[in-house]
Each structure stands twice: as structure tokens, then as C-alpha cells.
């Protein structure tokens, strides 16, 4: 008997350390999906976590008789919320003002009951082992756990089961503990069968919202979006949702908009042709982003391109983006094209392994928001294209919005100056977003706007390109910082000028 609840509650440390990492890897997940800025949000969230740890290891020294009782009690108080955290507040969150607020009381309550389970589990088994070996199989057993976590979160649960089916799954596991010991030593545990009771009615609960996680996730994201939503997935690097309406349909990316299907064309025109435009005979091209297969689409209507590199980190979009009906015919089936090679990895460190030369490179990241992105717009990033581009060849980076952010604009035109090209600024009108700007980067010291464009486009034109290269005050050149690994400026003038807008 006592060798059992012995390895009974050794398997519970593996369980509870595991469960106690998942729901705080989630809350980061999930706060970053939307509230934007990775870095911030977890380590905000893991501070808060530790702390909450911190103080359930406190209270633990007033819990004095039934400590086995009182640990199955508080296993099914952690499977409740951590279990149901995720779903909470992706529900609540576009209904509640103070939703930060409700995030960090969910982590801090998660973090006390989590924090709670150790110290009860150290004096439950004192009396079975020396104390060094008391300590040593406990905390072995815990940073087990917690590996398996961290390794199987990014690359399994996130990828195929999603935040809130995650946190529903391990808040079951939470639980399933609970049953097992209540059950197992029912003799020796007061009010064992209430205990059974509540654990398998939790259980039974969760289980259903682990059902059901998929309707969950389409009524948060529908109020959220005010749209239809007709697909949704979480990869392994970002939350993917497609909406639809009467018009148009609409990609968003951890909640930021990237296009919709009514005007797009502007902003892919625009990005695309007035460098193809000014290249002669381009013929080797590199897209780094743009897994959506617009830029692309624009990029193929040259008959001189040869062979087109497309390198996107995500899986996931260019699969979407080439075998969905209604995104193919979107993009004109570009991501079939026999003169395309698509590369799913990180554009940084695929760059530095290059050594050939783009007569074009397009550049169609999302904004700066947090430093995993904010990295592909620093200086090191562009010393990198530069070395790449072909001595008369072109680059166009796609930078934000000159209007609204026009101190992360200039950065930006400040740091691939910095990098040693010719940098040439440029801003079109997109519905969607408003005043939209590019930088244009070249190795040539002189750039001749092309008075003419191939024929087909919706938007641009001679005339109309020259009107995009004027800046009114409001817009003008403003000085910056150079955006480098080890400060990225760049991303705090984003969040501190899109805060503001927003």
C-alpha cells in the first residue's frame, strides 16, 4: 500500500509539473495572439506565474491535517481553471474592457493552486523517504515534467490540438490525478466519495469542452471579427483565421489584418511593380513572407522571370494558400507554378546561408509588433540583402504605414540607408489600412521612376506612381534611430505610434 501511494504520487509530481508549465505556456500563447508583443506578454505572464507559486508555497504551511485530501482537492481546483482559462478568455475577450485584468487574476490563481502542489506532495511523502532523497526524486521528477512541456507544446499540442483544446486536455489530466487517488485510497481519505464525485463531474466537463473547443474558438473569434469566420488554425508560429463576408474576404494573423480579397490588389501592385518595373529583364527573384501567394501572383506576370524563391516560416500559410479553392483563384494559382521553389524556414537564417545574387528581392514581412519579427527589419537583416542583390538589381520592403507610424516608417528608411543601399521612399492609399508606405532599396545610385507599366494592373500607373513618391508634412522624414539586433527601436516606435492610433 504504501509503495503504491508512493509511486502514485511520484507519477502525480510528473503530471501536475507538466500541467503547471502547459497552462503557463498557453497564457503567453494566448496573450500574444491578442495582445500583440511576445516578449512582453510572457514575461510579464511568467513573473506573475512565479509569483503566484510563490505564494501558494506560502499558504501551504496552514494546510495542517488530511494533506492527501486537501491535494486532490486542490488538483481538481487547478484542472477547473487552468483547464478552462483558455477558453475564458478568448470568450471574453471582445466583450471586456479590463481584459488584462481578468488575464492576470486567471494566472495568479492558476500560479497559487499550482504552487500549492509541491510543498503538500514534499510533506505527504516525508515520512517515505531521507529527506535528500525526498528532494531529489520530487524535483527530478518535476523538471521532467516540466521538459515535457515545453517540448511537446510548440510542436504537438499547439499545431494540432490548439490552445483551447490544450488547456481542456491537461486540466482532464489535473483531474484524472485526483480520481485515481481519491479512488485508490478511498479508505484513507475523508469525504472520499464527494471527492470522486466532484472529480468526475469536473472531468465530464471538461471532456465536453475539450468536444467542443472547436464551436468555442469560432463564437470568440466571430464576435471578435465581427465576421464570419470560414477557417481558423494555429500553427506552430501564429493564430491563422480567414472571414468572410458579402465582399470580401479577409486573412488575419494573431488578430492583425494582412488583406482583404476588395483591395488588395493595391497593395500588391504597389509593392511589387515599381521595381520589377524600373529591372531590366529581371529573371532570379526572392520573396522572403508573403506565403499568401499575392506578391507572387504580381511577380509571375514577367515573362523574363526565370525561377522564383519563395521563403516563409509558416507551413501552414503556404499550404493553405495552395490548396484552398477560394485562396488559389484569390492569387491565380501562383504557388503552383512550375518557376517557384518554396522554403519553410526562418528568412534570417536562411539568408546568411546564401550565396548567389536576386536581380529582386521583395520583402512582405508583417509590421514590427514584437522582436521575433522586429529582428527581420534591423540592419543586420538588410546588410544580409544587400550582400544578395544583384548589382542592378532591386529590392521593395513593405514598412508600415507613414501616416500613422511615421517614426517606425523612417526607421526603417533610416536603417536600409544605414545598410549601405540607396533607399527610396514611397506610400499608396489601401481601404483597408489606410496610408501604406514601401521602401525601395537598390545598390545604384540613381533611380529613374518608370513612367510606364505592364499592361493589366487595376491601380498603378506612370502618373500615379510619381504622386506615391510625394510626402505632404504629415508624412515627412522624421529623424530615427538605426533598428539593430541589440535595441530593436524599431519595435518600440511601432507599439508606441499604433498604441496611440489605436
Not at 500574444?32 to 506560502?58: C, K, N, P, R
Not at 495542517?64 to 477547473?80: K, P
Not at 519553410?344 to 519579427?373: H, K, M, T
Amino acid at each position: 500500500m504504501q509503495r503504491s501511494l508512493t509511486f502514485l504520487l511520484l507519477v502525480s509530481v510528473l503530471v501536475v509539473a507538466t500541467c503547471g508549465l502547459i497552462y503557463e505556456l498557453a497564457a503567453g500563447t494566448l496573450a500574444s495572439y491578442l495582445l500583440g508583443d511576445s516578449i512582453t506578454q510572457f514575461s510579464t505572464i511568467i513573473g506573475v506565474y512565479l509569483f503566484a507559486m510563490g505564494i501558494g508555497s506560502w499558504l501551504s504551511k496552514f494546510f495542517e491535517r488530511n494533506l492527501l485530501a486537501w491535494f486532490i482537492q486542490i488538483e481538481i481546483m487547478v484542472g477547473v481553471v487552468g483547464g478552462c482559462s483558455s477558453a475564458i478568455l478568448f470568450l471574453l475577450f471582445p466583450h471586456i474592457e479590463f481584459f488584462r485584468l481578468l488575464l492576470y487574476l486567471l494566472i495568479f490563481i492558476t500560479g497559487a493552486l499550482v504552487g500549492l502542489e509541491i510543498p503538500l506532495l514534499l510533506r505527504i511523502l516525508k515520512s517515505k523517504f531521507e529527506f535528500k532523497d525526498l528532494v531529489s526524486k520530487v524535483f527530478t521528477f518535476d523538471y521532467i515534467g516540466a521538459l515535457l512541456a515545453s517540448v511537446v507544446f510548440p510542436l504537438v499540442l499547439v499545431p494540432f490540438l490548439g490552445l483551447v483544446r490544450t488547456s481542456f486536455l491537461f486540466g482532464i489530466l489535473n483531474v484524472a490525478v485526483a480520481y485515481i487517488l481519491c479512488h485508490r485510497f478511498r479508505e484513507e481519505i475523508p469525504w472520499a466519495n464527494y471527492l470522486k464525485g466532484s472529480a468526475l463531474t469536473v472531468m465530464l466537463l471538461l471532456a465536453g469542452g475539450f468536444a467542443w473547443a472547436d464551436e468555442i474558438m469560432t463564437i470568440s473569434e466571430t464576435a471578435t471579427y465581427n465576421e464570419r469566420v470560414v477557417y481558423s488554425v494555429s500553427s506552430s508560429y501564429q493564430r491563422i483565421v480567414l472571414t468572410k463576408n458579402n465582399h470580401e474576404l479577409r486573412l488575419y494573423l494573431n488578430g492583425n489584418l494582412q488583406f482583404s480579397s476588395q483591395d488588395e490588389y493595391r497593395y500588391h501592385e504597389a509593392l511589387v511593380h515599381p521595381a520589377m518595373q524600373s529591372i531590366h529583364n529581371p529573371s532570379r527573384v526572392l520573396i522572403l513572407g508573403g506565403g499568401d501567394g499575392l506578391a507572387l501572383r504580381e511577380i509571375l506576370k514577367y515573362p523574363s522571370v526565370d525561377s522564383v524563391t519563395l521563403v516563409d516560416l509558416d507551413p501552414e500559410m503556404t499550404h493553405l494558400f495552395s490548396t484552398n479553392e477560394t485562396l488559389r483563384s484569390l492569387n491565380h494559382n501562383s504557388l503552383h507554378s512550375s518557376r517557384l521553389k518554396i522554403v519553410n524556414a526562418d528568412a534570417f537564417e536562411w539568408l546568411r546561408s546564401q550565396r548567389g545574387f536576386y536581380d529582386f528581392i521583395c520583402v512582405d514581412f508583417p509590421d514590427p509588433g514584437n522582436y521575433s519579427v522586429g529582428k527581420l527589419y534591423t540592419l543586420s537583416f538588410y546588410k544580409e540583402l544587400a550582400r544578395v542583390l544583384a548589382p542592378e538589381g532591386k529590392t521593395v520592403i513593405q514598412s508600415t504605414s507613414p501616416l500613422i507610424a511615421p517614426k517606425s516608417y523612417w526607421c526603417v528608411y533610416h536603417t536600409v540607408e544605414k545598410a549601405g543601399m540607396n533607399a527610396v521612399p514611397y506610400h499608396t492609399y489601401v481601404p483597408s489600412f489606410g496610408e501604406w508606405g514601401f521602401i525601395l532599396g537598390m545598390k545604384e545610385t540613381h533611380f529613374s521612376p518608370p513612367d510606364t507599366f505592364i499592361s493589366g494592373l487595376n491601380y498603378l500607373s506612370g502618373p500615379t506612381f510619381l504622386s506615391m513618391m510625394e510626402f505632404p508634412h504629415d508624412m515627412s522624414e522624421r529623424p530615427t534611430e538605426i533598428n539593430k539586433l541589440n535595441n530593436q527601436i524599431l519595435v518600440h516606435y511601432f507599439e508606441d505610434e499604433w498604441a496611440g492610433y489605436q
